[in-house]
């Protein structure tokens, strides 16, 4: 299963790139997050993994993640892998 979500936000290209990118504000923009386990310090950029803590459900679950293109500001994409192989 793939996942995409597309949005139309009212904010500049280049602040919602910031945000998307700095894993201290994952918890502003993403409903189930529970924490970070790990992160690098400052913004995101290719090659950057980290790992999160997301919640759903009741259920607590960690999420490697991996950005794989990071075209500051109009696109990034990042892959996952969580448990019982999802990614």
């Avoid at 949005?7 to 998307?20: N, W």
């Avoid at 994952?26 to 919640?55: C, M, N, R, Y």
């Avoid at 500051?72 to 990614?87: D, I, L, S």
Wanted: glycine share 6%.
């Amino acid at each position: 299963m793939k996942v995409e979500r597309t949005i139309d936000i009212a904010a500049p290209t280049e602040r919602v790139y910031d945000t998307l990118m700095d894993p201290d504000m994952l918890d502003d923009w993403v409903t189930i997050h529970a924490g970070l386990e790990d992160a690098p310090s400052g913004d995101l950029t290719d090659g950057s993994e980290l790992t999160q803590v997301l919640k759903l459900a009741g259920r607590k679950f960690h999420v490697r993640w991996r950005v794989v293109e990071a075209d500051r500001p109009k696109r990034v994409v990042w892959e996952g892998r969580g448990p019982v192989r999802t990614r």
